[in-house]
């Protein structure tokens, strides 16, 4: 499951304001040491108001191999997970959020870490924090053929 978590390139997250559900899908960084889920955001918003009222969220990731001609069935990983989003504002865990995201997402990310990971741009940057609380996945590696 963590292996996904690294490798997926969104997470999608719900999460509930007056009773009513809200999905927002979301580039990531996954921390294996904090086991914490990084993301980017604008500093005020919709997103941001429902987080700010109940930070529990439920998302899930999911790693999509593709639909099976023939067999009506589906190859895939998904991972759900629970957890609290905190907003970061201090520098140095932001710069760390930051290079997380970074060295998932970016196939040369020393290049971009050395561009991007400056303390005027990162003060400028919404940054939330998923520390998750409980996991589950499920997968199906080849084609069910019993239908």
Wanted: glycine residues 6%; proline residues 1%; aromatic residues 8%.
């Amino acid at each position: 499951m963590i292996e996904i978590l690294e490798s997926v390139q969104y997470v999608t997250i719900a999460m509930c304001s007056d009773n009513e559900p809200y999905l927002v899908t979301l580039s990531h960084g996954y921390d294996r040491e904090r086991h914490c889920i990084y993301f980017h955001c604008a500093k005020e918003g919709k997103k941001i108001d429902i987080l700010n009222s109940n930070s529990v969220v439920w998302g899930q990731a999911l790693l999509d191999k593709g639909y099976v001609q023939g067999d009506c069935d589906h190859i895939f990983a998904a991972v759900q997970f629970k957890g609290r989003v905190t907003f970061i504002d201090d520098l140095v865990e932001k710069k760390h959020a930051l290079r997380v995201m970074i060295e998932c997402l970016e196939d040369n990310p020393s290049k971009v870490i050395a561009a991007k990971v400056k303390d005027s741009a990162v003060q400028k940057l919404g940054i939330g924090r998923i520390d998750i609380e409980y996991l589950s996945g499920k997968r199906a590696e080849k084609a069910d053929v019993s239908i």
